[in-house]
Structure formats: structure tokens, C-alpha cells
């Protein structure tokens, strides 16, 4: 679980690499980033949950609240707790449009893992494949979150097969990307699989999240998620409110960056 802790409590945890994990999130314009980030921050305890998702808190710019995108990187750090160990995040949230890739890049030089943000309906994008390039190239280990699922129940209304069907396209084009960027050693075991646990999937908007591992841990299945969007609005906000208590969008997201993602002293060598 994270939680808030003291700034002299993150200090000792930073004299400890193999529990830091440097990490950014990546994606397509309005795909989600930043939108995702306030409830890793909210699960902190760094802003309210109830703001979360609408506060937007790593677009502190006026320019960017005033365009309603992420301009500039932004940086933050959080604690985590996974497998019984206190784990230190340092995250970076990168602009998503194709005119700041200059910033993306920088802050790819500063982290070791990147966790790839792409809208469920609109899939990979020109951007998506532009900044997975980049990350790749400065040799920066991918997982994935697929972002916006309440927008294939709500608007194009799947059916549980479809919504997986439509995942699985996803995953095979985020590898594909991967399998044509990543550096040679790292072709084939940087390849993000719904097996192991590193790729996952909700709503940011609203705080909800799921990958394998968590579905079986909570006994939730994809016929559970369509149904929490079906019936009357009034049931429906009941329902997905349920569903972001049960299963809230940080603790899959939190617990990725920890068990897949590599602490400083096992990326630098091949960085």
C-alpha cells in the first residue's frame, strides 16, 4: 500500500538504491497521464482522493491548466509498500505532445523504467510510438497501463470478449514497438505480458485499476467491471464508486513499478 510519510523517512529510504525505482509515464497526448498520476499521489496522501483525477496537481503551470495539457516534466517523490518492504518512487510526468519531445527525452535519461499510458479505444498512437522510441533508446524498461476502459463499455458498449479481444491488439502493437526499438538483449524479456503482471488496466477518471494479478486476488472479473457501467446513471456512479474502492487504481500501478521495474544498481550497468 503507499502512505504518507515523513520527509526524513524518504531520506533514509533514499541511502537504499535497490528499493528506489526511478520511474516516468509516458503517452499520447490526453491519453491520461496526469490524470492517473493524481491518484498515485492521492494514495501518498499528498492531495485529497476526492480531488483526484480532477486536480490535474503535476500541471502546476499556468500555461498547462490554461491548454489543459502537460507542458512541462514534472517530478515527484511517493512510498510505497509491496511484498513487505518500504519501496521509494521517484516519478516523472512527461508531456505527451509531439512539440516537447525534448523534454521527454531529458527525463528519460533520468529514470530506469517507464510505465506507457495508452487510451483503450483509441489505442497506440503516432506520440505512444514516438515516446516508447525514445524510452527505448535510452534503453528505459516499458510496462503498460491501458487507460479510459469505461469508454469501451460506455461508448462502444463490449462485451467482455471484445474488451479483451481489444486489449490484446494493444499489447501486440506495444510489443511490436518494443521488439523494433529495445536494444538487442532486451527484445525479448522487455516484452509486456498480461501473464506476469505488467500490463494493467481501468479508468483514471475513475480511480479504478486491475491487472491479472489482482483480478484473481479480488475476485473480479471483466463481466463485474461492464456491469458496474450498466443500469441507471444514479446505480451506475454507485456501483463504479464500489468498484474504485475495491480495487483502487494505485495499487496495481504501484505495485508494477516495484516488481518489474529495475532499481538504480541493476539499470545503470546497462544503461
Known sequence: MARYKQAEDIIKLMNTPEIIRNTSIIAHVDHGKTTLSDSLLAAAGIISEQTAGQKLFLDSWELEQKRQMTVFASNISLTHTFGGKDFLINLIDTPGHIDFSGAVTRSLRAVDGALVVVDAVEGPMTQTETVLMQALRERVQPILFINKVDRLIKEIKLTPEEVQRKFAKIIVRVNTLIEKYAP????????????????????????????????????????????????????????????????????????????????????????
Open 184 to 271: 538487442p538483449e532486451h527484445k525479448k524479456d522487455w516484452q509486456v505480458k498480461v501473464e506476469d503482471g505488467r500490463v494493467a488496466f481501468g479508468s483514471a477518471l475513475h480511480k479504478w485499476g486491475l491487472n491479472l494479478p489482482h483480478m484473481k486476488a479480488k475476485g473480479i472479473s471483466f463481466k463485474d467491471i461492464i456491469d458496474a457501467y450498466t443500469g441507471a446513471p444514479e446505480d451506475v456512479g454507485k456501483k463504479v464508486e464500489e468498484l474504485s474502492k475495491k480495487a483502487p487504481l494505485y495499487e496495481p500501478i504501484l505495485d508494477m513499478f516495484c516488481e518489474h521495474l529495475p532499481n538504480p544498481l541493476v539499470a545503470q550497468p546497462y544503461r
